[in-house]
Structure formats: C-alpha cells, structure tokens
C-alpha cells in the first residue's frame, strides 16, 4: 500500500523559506511513471495545486508561485520536496503531499499545517 | 490556465434526495482529465471520479460523473448521512492542474 507523508516545521517566519519533504513507502519513485505533487489549502478555504515533479526530474509549477518555488526529487531517498522562499502569511495553509497523474491525484498524505508568522 | 467554477456554492438537501453538482470550465477540457474529490471536515481529499465518469477503487455506484467540453456534473442519486463534505472538482490542460473552490454539501 502506497503511503506518503508530509514532513518539516510547522512554523515559519515570513520572508524566510517553507521546506517540506514527503517521504515515500509502498513503492520506488524512480520506477514509476507517476508525477509527485504539492497541494495546499489554505485554513477554511479551497485546494490549490502548488507544483508536481515528475520521477524523471522534471517540474511544472503554478504560474503564481514559480518565482519562489522548487520542487524536486530524490531517488536514493525515496522522497520528494518543496521550498517556497519569502513567504508571507498568504502562505499559511495545509500542505499535502500527493501521487499524480494526467488524469487525478489518488493517493494524498495526511497533510501537514504550515504557519507564517513571527 | 483553465478556471474551473463550482456551483452551487452550498447546497442542503435531506438523506435520500438526488444532487447534482456542477462544474464549468473556462476552456474546454479534455474527457481524459477530468476528476472529482470528496473532503470530508479535518480529512484529506479522496478521489471519486476520474475521466469524467469512472469511479475510483471502493467508491459506491450512487455517485457518478457527466459531462464533456466545458460543462461537467458530479451527481449523487440518493444522498446518504456520509456524504457531507466538501466537493471538488479538478482537471489537466498543457502541464498545468488546477481545482475548482469546491461545493459544500450539508445534510438536513
């Protein structure tokens, strides 16, 4: 059974960098032909996909958020990862972890609460 | 980018009602790469429909999906107590994803 789950700090200071990581078990990142995402969801509010690595390496991240943000992957690991740099509180939301492909995002972690604030 | 918007916004109806949600999209959408999510309060989002119509592993036949070019519909034949939640729905287009702001349906 394929589980992820998101991991790091659940405060922030704004202007500084949010990094989350989403360890990977049930499967090899590297083998399959799966994207791995970020989604976010903000307190009381809707989904917003932040950005997906591919097992290959390759990126495709929401226009708003491409400037201050990096996503990628680590085979040895098994793991992926975001940064998103100079937040603000507008960053402050859930962070999901998810496995995706061009059709759905089926299997998400429990989401992790991220905070910016000083 | 594609904008997906979701109505209604909130809808309450009572255990054993037929709903029907919608969802419209900016551009059309591929049938491949259309989905729906169900959130239930203080839970991770769990995939309902992908392609438009087929059900995800375990989903129960009382929910089914619609649609094509620009205008999709999730539809619940007979509510059931456990179907409050939030309601979303999501699609692909040129390397991009993107969710609609969800529907929230609540039980009478």
């Known amino acids: 059974q394929l589980q992820l789950q998101e991991s790091g700090p659940g405060l922030v200071k704004p202007s500084e960098t949010l990094s989350l990581t989403c360890p990977v078990s049930?499967?090899?990142?590297?083998?399959?032909?799966?994207?791995w995402g970020w989604i976010r969801q903000p307190p009381g509010k809707g989904l917003e996909w932040i950005g997906s690595?591919?097992?290959?390496?390759?990126?495709s991240y929401n226009p708003p958020l491409k400037s201050r943000l990096t996503i990628s992957v680590d085979t040895s690991k098994n793991h992926f990862s975001l940064k998103l740099t100079s937040v603000t509180a507008a960053d402050t939301a859930v962070y999901y972890c998810?496995?995706?492909?061009?059709?759905?995002?089926?299997?998400w972690g429990q989401g992790t609460l991220v905070t910016v604030s000083s | 980018e594609i904008v997906l918007t979701q109505s209604p916004g909130i809808l309450s109806l009572s255990p054993g009602e037929r709903v029907t949600l919608s969802c419209r999209a900016s551009?059309?959408?591929?049938?491949?790469?259309l989905a729906w999510y169900q959130q239930k309060p203080g839970q991770t989002p769990r995939l309902l429909i992908y392609?438009?119509?087929t059900r995800a592993t375990g989903i129960p036949d009382r929910f089914s999906g619609s649609g094509s070019g620009t205008d999709f519909s999730l539809i619940i034949s007979r509510l059931e107590p456990e179907d409050s939640a939030v309601y979303y729905c999501?699609?692909?287009?040129?390397?991009?994803?993107?969710f609609g702001q969800g529907t929230k349906v609540e039980i009478k």
């Open positions: 998810a496995r995706h492909d061009y059709k759905a995002f089926d299997y």
């Open positions: 049930g499967a090899s990142i590297s083998s399959t032909n799966y994207y």
């Open positions: 690595v591919f097992s290959s390496g390759s990126t």
């Open positions: 551009q059309s959408v591929s049938s491949s790469y």
């Open positions: 392609s438009v119509s």
């Open positions: 999501q699609q692909y287009d040129s390397s991009l994803w993107t």
